[in-house]
């Protein structure tokens, strides 16, 4: 019953990352590579629902895209890691319930599920 309780309250966070992903194969091709920093804006914006839910990580995601700017020096800025998780990111990037994940895929060294960083 817990782990139900905890798949339907990873459902908006899921739900998220549709869009996003839609977006990164939509329409991000259309601009092609724009972004100063790496991962592109989009894939962090991603990252950063995928680890910290629909609400902070779109927070995260908007103050990202503030910071990508003409005027901006741009680098690496890798989503942080957050201190505590009960989830894993599936290799498709969706959230599961940790027991659901383990049984479906290998587990990365840090805890999170293999994910490739694609254009975009």
């Known amino acids: 019953m817990r782990e139900l309780v905890l798949f339907v ?5 899921n739900v998220a990352i549709v869009v996003l992903r839609a ?3 939509v329409i991000s091709p259309l601009y092609g590579e ?15 629902i995928q680890r910290y839910g629909v609400v902070a ?8 895209i503030a910071r990508c700017n003409p005027w901006a020096a741009g680098g690496i800025d890798d989503v942080p890691e957050p201190r505590f998780q ?3 990111i599936t290799g498709s990037g ?3 319930p940790r027991r659901a994940a383990r049984a479906s895929a290998p587990v ?7 994910q490739s960083h ?3």
């Open 94 to 96: 969706f959230v599961l």
């Open 23 to 25: 977006y990164r194969a």
């Open 86 to 88: 009960n989830f894993s």
């Open 34 to 48: 724009v972004c100063r920093y790496h991962p592109s804006c989009s894939r962090y914006a991603l990252e950063a």
């Open 57 to 64: 990580g779109s927070a995260r995601g908007a103050w990202r």
């Open 9 to 13: 309250s990873l459902l908006p966070r």
């Open 108 to 114: 990365a060294p840090h805890g999170l599920l293999v």
């Open 118 to 120: 694609g254009k975009g």
